[in-house]
């Protein structure tokens, strides 16, 4: 059968540094379909599964999920949208979980934005966020936050040897990051 074009752009962070408020502006302005892998996990947590109740302890801990689990849920939902442009939030982590995406899927991102902003402005970010996230606690928002400086950062590295980071500053306010996003975003022809 015919091989359909799908586009996909990673879009890493620390925690709190606003993947999830910008891939939302991104996806309505130019057309992305936007995946969080941390909804994913929990929605698979809510469901009850017994993989939901492992992921449940992870997360809790804010260490990484293993990348069979992550890239098969990554890949389930993106086999459920009849979409050819995916913005994957918060994804990947590590290294492992680079290599295992590339070799489950075959693909290889157009390009990685990290959202770059200081860790003093990440915390107050996450400490009144009040969603209600059990992650969202002083204690699990440093170890998230030293995970993301070990594992995360040299998976960024890794894209950066690559050529493919597009690096902007994320401690300002929502929409002046939107603003150097957008200009990211609209050199990108289809
Ligand atoms: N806010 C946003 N932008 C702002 C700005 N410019 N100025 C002021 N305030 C701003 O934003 C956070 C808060 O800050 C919000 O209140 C927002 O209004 C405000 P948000 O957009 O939610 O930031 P985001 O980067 O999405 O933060 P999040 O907490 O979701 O990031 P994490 O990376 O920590 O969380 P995620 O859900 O991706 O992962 C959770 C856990 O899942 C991980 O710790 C890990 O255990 C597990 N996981 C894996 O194991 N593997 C994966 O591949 C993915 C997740
Ligand atoms: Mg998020």
Wanted: proline letters at 4%; hydrophobic letters at 35%.
């Amino acid at each position: 059968g015919k091989q359909k074009m799908v586009k996909i752009v990673f879009v890493i962070g620390g925690p709190g540094s606003g993947k999830g408020t910008q891939c939302k502006r991104i996806a309505q302005q130019f057309g992305y379909t936007h995946l969080s892998v941390g909804e994913l996990l929990r929605q698979e947590i809510n469901s009850g599964s017994e993989t939901g109740s492992m992921i449940q302890k992870i997360m809790k801990e804010g260490k990484l999920v293993p990348s069979d689990v992550t890239v098969r849920l990554l890949q389930q939902a993106m086999r459920g949208m009849d979409s050819d442009k995916f913005l994957i939030d918060g994804f990947p982590r590590n290294e492992e979980n680079v290599k295992t995406f590339e070799n489950l899927t075959k693909m290889d991102p157009e390009f990685v934005l990290y959202l770059d902003c200081p860790q003093d402005e990440m915390e107050r970010r996450l400490l009144t966020r009040n969603e209600g996230r059990e992650d969202d606690n002083i204690e699990t928002i440093r170890k998230r936050f030293k995970v993301f400086m070990e594992s995360t950062l040299p998976a960024v590295q890794y894209y950066e040897s690559k050529g493919k980071v597009k690096k902007v500053d994320a401690g300002k306010p929502v929409d002046e990051v939107f603003e150097s996003i957008k200009v990211i975003f609209s050199q990108r022809k289809d």
